[in-house]
């Protein structure tokens, strides 16, 4: 009898398995589909806050969402504006920053070896290609400007997603068998998530302002499309300010030398140490974390499945599972696995509510 529950227990434990393989394998075939809709939620919730703003101000719910869907216009073709033409030179001018890259990595070897550091030049360059990380910078812009061909339809669905905002709850309680428990639960994980985007996104715009600033002072070229690449991969905390400023530093060392390069680096030391470290804290909380091997994984998972924009998408994506499984006593277990380590000092209650220690 035994060995029949267990048999059955681990035949239960492979079919979760297998439908997870499917549902993932699916996901990736359904990419092109699947990512502009998640890119229209992700603008969806960062907008609806604005339009229940407006409606409470008194506004009929067609003119709040006309002011909302102008406001995201004029982001998206000021993002345009001031992207996409830089983004176009940078890439156009790639190969040059790459030789130049190249000559400035070797002059630094010779550097060290009247100092008594010997290094190959050729070995040095065949196992670490610093043109790479720039690479890296093109094909994730360039990968993002692919989804972004797709806006007219990324509006139509925002516009959509935001019109069912108001009556969505009406309809959930008309559909759920317990609707006051069910829509307690399901209100709980949407105003986490909305909280932590709203928080997020406006860290992410300070540090890509500041970065992009400190680049323009230094004389780094195409400073705005690094303040918009350091806003963009503030997303993935812990490793995104990382990615962010290789490609930056990497042009400022080819373009202005050794000492501009360090300049550089420091300004993303400080920047995403104060925001990063000492004001998003304050206002996110701690009980939204994620633990720095999650974060990783989240963003090669993300990544493989859905391509650039899904790395950029990885936290929102996983914090919004995160979030599900802690608001299920039975499966508030992997929420904690999921999260850092001090994260357990908290209740179940405090790591689900993120702006709790803003007045701390």
């Known amino acids: ?22 549902v993932i394998a699916g996901m990736k075939a359904a990419a092109p589909i699947l990512v502009p809709f998640l890119l229209a939620g992700f603008i969806a919730i960062i907008s609806a806050p604005p339009l229940f ?15 909302v869907i102008a406001g995201i216009l004029v982001v998206g073709l000021l993002l345009m504006l001031l992207v996409g ?4 030179d940078f890439a156009r001018d790639l190969p040059g920053y790459q030789t130049r890259l190249k000559a400035a990595t ?46 007219f339809l990324i509006l139509l669905t925002v516009i959509f997603i935001l019109f069912e905002a108001a009556s969505l709850p009406t309809k959930l309680r008309a559909v759920l068998p317990d609707p006051e428990a069910s829509f307690a639960r399901f209100e709980r994980i949407t105003g986490n998530v909305q909280r932590y ?34 806003f963009l991969l503030n997303y993935v905390p812990n490793i995104g300010s990382i990615i962010a400023a290789v490609p930056a530093v990497l042009l400022a060392f080819a373009q202005l030398g050794a000492g501009s390069a360090l ?14 470290n000492v004001i998003e804290p304050r206002y996110m909380g701690r009980g939204l974390g994620l633990s720095t091997l999650v974060v990783f994984v989240s963003l090669v998972f993300w990544g493989w499945v859905l391509g650039p924009v899904g790395m950029l998408l990885s936290v929102p994506l996983t914090m919004t599972v995160k979030i599900a499984l802690d608001s299920n006593e039975e499966t508030r277990w ?27």
């Open 53 to 67: 703003f407006l409606e409470r101000r008194g506004l009929p719910t067609w003119a709040a969402l006309l002011i």
């Open 263 to 276: 300049l550089a680096g420091g300004g993303y030391l400080v920047v995403n140490t104060v925001v990063g």
């Open 334 to 360: 992997l929420a904690i696995l999921l999260g850092p380590e001090k994260g357990l000092e908290e209740t179940a209650t405090d790591a689900g509510e993120p702006g709790e220690e803003a007045g701390a």
């Open 106 to 151: 070797g002059d630094l070897v010779d550097t060290l070896a009247r100092h008594g550091i010997e290094l190959s030049k050729a070995k040095l360059l065949e196992y670490f290609d610093p043109g790479a990380a720039m690479r890296l910078a093109t094909s994730l812009l360039s990968g993002l400007g692919g989804v972004l061909t797709n806006a």
């Open 85 to 88: 033409g830089s983004a176009d």
């Open 197 to 230: 985007m709203e928080i997020k996104t406006l860290m992410s715009l300070a540090t890509g302002v500041c970065i992009g600033l400190w680049l323009w002072l230094i004389g780094v070229d195409y400073p705005v499309l690094w303040g918009v690449f350091a």
């Open 1 to 22: 009898m035994g060995e029949r529950k267990a048999l059955g227990a681990g035949s239960q434990v492979m079919l979760v398995l297998a439908s997870l393989v499917v």
